[in-house]
């Protein structure tokens, strides 16, 4: 069996299994940026994939301090009362930008993290977002072919890690604070219109100002177009801490993908989130294609001196560098 002894195919086949240090081991080869474990790690993917697609993919964000892994630990081990197996994968903008992490790789989701149906998994601590992004995505499915019936993908109020993670997740979920009389910082930075649910966290410390925060956020919904015809943004108010509000969270999820998938719209959303990923990394190949191609490498310092200097217009040398791509192929 020439298929047993070739490593890819054993790695995909423990992940199958639900083995987590195969699991493990897959998604630090689909992190690495050597290109023999990058073709590995296709390869791997390429066999699972037919297996994935079975999990509810759940995106939470929220500022720092907001609650967020509060709240997933109190989601998490929920859903594990109910039997199913969880996992958490994070993207990190900081970290992506500065090898520093906002989200920490600290003793975040304790109690979690010791349950063998859950499994975290700390955010890769470099690169670009966008491949910080791609390969949190590559996690995902590997974790769905796992058997993972759950998985969450955590970010941080920063940047553009929220669009990101909405484009690969059914449900995106903004975690908000009672902040009553405070603009709302999610409004302006328009991260509510890519919010499904709207939870605002610490309802405990001040019922009145979380019902004015929830209030407000309703208002401000109001006046958005939904991005569904057939799903308009749901508010709650939860308390991470004193694990309420958490059912009720669950409950919003499941009518989301009830509704969503009676009228054909969760499947069409999944359908175009591989489209766009596929030309993300279409993107993202060519540019490094671009930067790797020898010729272009050779005559961009000196181009790139004469479009300073005014010497050659932009589009001109653009063009010349991209004429190099051509001889490659
Ligand atoms: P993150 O940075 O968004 O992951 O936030 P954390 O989950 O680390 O929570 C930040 C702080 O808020 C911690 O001290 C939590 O104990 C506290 N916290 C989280 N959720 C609640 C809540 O529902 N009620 C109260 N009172 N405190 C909370």
Known sequence: MAELSDPDAKLAAGVLAGKRRALAKAITLAE???PDHEESAQRVLESILPHT???I????????GVGKSTFIEALGMHLIEQGKRVAVLAVDPSSAQSGGSILGDKTRMERLSLREEAFIRPTPSSGKLGGVAARTREALLLCEAAGFDVIIVETVGVGQSETAVAGMTDVFVLLQLPNAGDELQAIKKGIVELADIIAVNKADIDPKAADLTAGQIKAALSMLRPSSKSWQPRVLEVSALK????EGFW????DYRKIMQACGEFDLKRRRQALNWMWMLIESGLSSRFRSNPAVHADLPELSRAVEQGAVSPAAAANRLLEYLKLKS
């Open 32 to 34: 690495s940026t050597r």
């Open 53 to 55: 697609g079975k999990a």
């Open 57 to 64: 993919r759940i995106g939470i964000s929220g500022a720092p």
């Open 243 to 246: 694990n309420q509000g958490i």
């Open 251 to 254: 409950q919003a999820v499941m």
